[in-house]
């Protein structure tokens, strides 16, 4: 056995009221509290197996715990709908939870009688999904895919959330780039260290798709479902995480009629010989119409709110481009997924220089409509890129979106930003 | 008994009959097209800003207006027209003279290289001395110049080798020329982009003699490309905005259009696959009363726009074809049809750039 494992499990037995944080991602901790159901460690978490999983704990506790669970549900094509998770403390069943997008819950689990000597949670999720099913090269029964597991004594969180009520409250709206930025937040919150509340609206079920020619479209509700979110959170500012697909999409693929640009700042990139040139002012306007249309209804919300916006810039393309098609053929859990699988077959994969080109031309315009708008603007960290402005392949698990490093990257920039602005 | 030749003369011969007593509408100074245009035929189009009509109408009446050079649908649909996309078959931009038409197709055939390649502003932007309203802020760097001045050429090419018939809008003889190697400009070079210099360029009011000369070896290269092509030669009816002659805008206007009419004739006369129609006629004749034109006097209105290509329609289109545009409804939401006119026509007109910046007194009438 791992000396320094018994030394943790006898620090744990020697308290009755436990506060003990299970890291299942890659270089966590949890192998030595798993029993069954489980997969190895991944960069993003341990995926549970089939339809049940089990954790031992080492010793029970003489008051309420709170389990906080950090979870992400599994999403292949045509299985979008949430999973059911059952979770049962000792034989009592304490909470049933449905599971889609990455989740935090907050379950209370009773105290024990002490005569057991040790605990078990147990996790059902009978609807498990096999990737293989859906033509992907993985025959695993995946169910929930987990991240972070937190015991605390009821007491010390209830009365850290009571400090944490006067903290300044900040309300992040974004897409699917917003997840480095709330596990990082996650993580703050495990480790104490969050300066502000925040709380994360994702607009990512708004996305209404017109492939290539008319960019993006949202519900006409959408302002005032934001504006009233933010009524009701009473926040000091927004942060923007909106966007990041339109170049995302747009970098990722050659498109039917193949096509290039000059950006006047980087002539290290010239347009490719072979693809039709389109002028640089033409593609410009293209991205101020796209980035208009997503910043435009946040604006509109936060000014009839009168709350302070700011919008985080997405973050670049990698350089390895083998990665990043290989990432998107695992990413097939969407109608955009399918589409882009299908147009990576047809037409390929656009070079890294078009990529970066594609979001070079949206963070300029991204920054354009910021300031014509007055909403701040708050750019990537510089430490996320290299010297040609790439994504480092480090900080990002599947090419396109941050890992929680990112996230705390990026928090940094932001706290930076908001501290002297809301203190 | 009296008996002489005009006895035998058709109704459309006398003015009384054919102009003077017919209903402004029913006036058609048109008595025989050359030939027809079916619905398939490839259309080009260039010529000065008064030819944009004529491809908007073409695209409208359901016939095939050709165009080689098209916006890539990444791009907004916004952009198109600040482009200079769908304006013409390429983007060439307004061909206001005999002399550019040659030289462009010279260009892109690869015939002609004028000295002056680009015009560079002090903030590093590229204009094309030839288009130089093609891009409402020129090209970003020489790059994008050079590339899309190939991709332009191209089109251009494909143009001239897949048309059936081409509609050339004769505007201008008013024209300034590089001395270094006569290479016509569509404006004077320091009104749209570059810097006037005396020393480098040189203003020509050219002559029937040069306009027929240019547009033959324009005939001739098409030809070299695209034997079967026909020509449809037409006069631009808007007068000058502006004139470099020590004269009157007014008879330099007469002057510029009557050289290009008789130009324009003398080529029909002696080229069988060349025809003239009377644009000029049917909306600056003195029987329409100035009707078709705009409050201006210059501007033509969309109502004398859709009468020219009524009878273009009557006469040329193998088949019937659909409504053409008429009512300004049709456009954006536009009021009046002045409004949409004035629209269109300022939007695409490099020349009215001539006028803008003289002061108030400039434009009063000299003393003679």
């Known amino acids: 056995m791992d000396i320094k494992k018994v030394g943790f499990l006898r620090r744990i037995r020697d308290h009755a009221d436990m506060d003990l944080t299970i890291d299942f991602r890659v270089g966590g901790n949890a192998k030595a509290f798993q029993k069954k159901g489980w997969s ?63 989740a935090k819950f907050d379950i209370i689990l009773p105290a024990q009688s002490g005569e057991r000597g040790s605990s078990e949670i147990t996790f059902r999720h009978p609807e498990f999904r096999i990737p293989r099913d859906h033509g992907l090269p993985d025959s695993r029964k995946l169910a929930i895919n987990f991240k972070k597991l937190r015991l605390q004594p009821a007491s010390t969180v209830e009365k850290r959330e009571a400090e944490l009520r006067n903290r300044p409250q900040i309300l992040v709206v974004g897409q699917s780039h917003m997840a480095a930025v709330e596990q990082a937040t996650m993580q703050r919150d495990d480790d104490d260290q969050t300066a502000f509340r925040c709380e994360f609206l994702s607009l990512t079920s708004y996305d209404r798709w017109f492939w290539w020619k008319n960019g993006f479209q949202y519900d006409a509700d959408l302002v005032s479902k934001i504006r009233n979110r933010l009524l009701s959170f009473s926040c000091t500012a927004v942060i923007s995480m909106l966007g990041g697909n339109a170049h995302f999409v747009y970098g990722a693929l050659n498109h039917p009629r193949k096509f290039d640009f000059v950006v006047p700042s980087r002539p290290d990139l010239p347009p490719s010989p072979d693809a039709e040139l389109v002028p640089y002012d033409m593609i410009c306007e293209r991205a101020r119409y796209d980035v208009e249309a997503l910043l435009g209804i946040m604006e509109v919300a936060c000014k009839s709110a009168g709350v302070r916006l700011f919008h985080v810039s997405a973050p670049p393309p990698v350089l390895d481009s083998d990665t990043m098609v290989k990432n998107l053929l695992l990413a ?83 706290e930076d930003r908001l501290g002297d602005k809301i203190s | 008994m009296v008996n002489h030749p005009y006895l035998r003369r058709p109704g459309y011969c006398f003015w009384r009959r054919a102009v003077a007593e017919m209903p402004v509408q029913e006036v058609d100074p048109v008595v025989l097209a050359k030939f027809k245009i079916s619905k398939s035929d490839k259309v080009v189009t260039a010529g000065s800003c008064f030819a944009q009509h004529i491809a908007r109408h073409l695209k409208a009446s359901g016939f095939n207006f050709y165009v080689t050079e098209t916006p890539h649908p990444f791009t907004s649909d916004l952009s198109h027209q600040q482009f200079g996309y769908g304006q013409f078959s390429a983007r060439y931009g307004n061909v206001y003279t005999s002399r550019q038409l040659l030289q462009l197709l010279q260009r892109a055939h690869g015939k002609f290289t004028p000295q002056e390649d680009f015009w560079m502003k002090q903030d590093g932007r590229v204009i094309d001395p030839f288009r130089p309203t093609i891009q409402p802020d020129g090209f970003a760097n020489e790059i994008e110049f050079d590339r899309d001045r190939q991709q332009h050429f191209a089109a251009v090419r494909q143009a001239i080798k897949n048309m059936d018939v081409f509609i050339f809008t004769l505007g201008l003889t008013e024209t300034w020329l590089s001395m270094e190697d006569g290479a016509a400009y569509p404006i004077c070079p320091g009104v749209s982009g570059g810097v006037f210099d005396e020393s480098r360029y040189r203003f020509e009011n050219l002559r029937v003699i040069d306009i027929i000369a240019d547009l033959e070896q324009s005939l001739d290269l098409i030809k070299q490309y695209n034997k079967t092509a026909k020509i449809i030669l037409t006069v631009s009816p808007v007068p000058l905005v502006a004139t470099m002659e020590d004269q009157n805008v007014l008879t330099a206007t007469t002057y510029s259009k009557s050289v290009l009419r008789v130009a324009a004739d003398e080529l029909a006369k002696t080229n069988e696959s060349v025809a003239y129609f009377p644009s000029y006629e049917i909306i600056a004749g003195t029987y329409s009363r100035g009707r078709y034109f705009a409050s201006d006097l210059r501007t033509v209105t969309e109502e004398g726009v859709g009468q020219v290509m009524r009878l273009f329609m009557r006469h040329y289109a193998l088949a019937p074809t659909a409504p053409s545009i008429t009512s300004s409804r049709d456009l954006r939401g536009h009021e009046t049809a002045f409004d949409v006119t004035e629209a269109i026509v300022k939007a695409m007109c490099d020349e009215e750039a001539l006028d803008v910046g003289t002061s108030q007194d400039d434009r009063q009438i000299q003393p003679i």
């Open chain 1, 40 to 102: 190895s460690p991944e960069v993003a978490g341990t995926w549970s197996i089939g339809p049940e999983s089990s954790i031992q704990l080492p010793s029970e506790f003489e008051e309420p715990h709170y389990l906080t669970l950090q979870v992400a549900g599994c999403v292949m094509p045509g299985q979008q709908a949430p999973q059911k998770l059952d979770v049962i403390f000792n034989n009592l069943a304490v909470a049933s939870l449905e599971v889609r997008a990455l």
């Open chain 1, 332 to 414: 097939a859990n969407s109608e955009l997924g399918r589409k882009m699988q299908s147009d990576l077959t047809q037409f390929g994969a656009a070079p890294a220089e078009f990529r970066l080109k594609v979001w070079l031309i949206y963070s300029l315009a991204t920054r354009e409509v910021c300031r014509k708008l007055g909403i701040a603007f708050i750019d990537i960290p510089k430490a996320a890129v290299d010297d040609r402005g790439y994504f480092l392949p480090h900080l990002t698990s599947d090419s396109f979106h941050g890992t929680e490093a990112y996230g705390q990257m990026v928090l940094t920039e932001i």
